[in-house]
């Protein structure tokens, strides 16, 4: 996520390179989160994340939240990858396209997508049917 420092977009679609291993996958999670802290300035902002652009067809929009827990949006475009994400994560597909999961199982999510990514892009304004705060 050298991108961050570079004054390259971070919106800008960018291709996805297939990290060799469980290091490497958390080294550009690393990257990835301190990035999004720095383009986060509003503490109340939701909705941002990152979208992986598959191979296939589809994308799929990931977000962190502050309680420890993923909420990966699977659009009807992307639900030829649920088998995947059912064996990666070792949980059931939900009723709704929003999946909810332990923030541990990230490592194991991004492994089991880097084969089927073909780029990535941060998103700010995605709408994870997050329940609306009202300050």
Known sequence: ????????????????????GTYDIEAWIDGYNRGMQKLITDPRASGYGICFILEQGGEIYLHTTQEGMMLLDVPPDAEWITPLLMA??????????????????LTQLI???????????MVLNHDFKLKKRFY
Request: no cysteine; net charge negative.
């Open 1 to 20: 996520m050298d991108d961050f420092e570079n004054d390259i977009d971070p919106f800008q679609e960018r291709p996805w390179i297939k990290w060799e």
């Open 88 to 105: 990666v994560t070792g949980e059931e597909a939900p009723t709704s396209q929003i999946w909810t999961l332990p923030v541990d199982k």
């Open 111 to 121: 492994f089991g997508l880097n084969g089927l990514t073909r780029a990535t892009r």
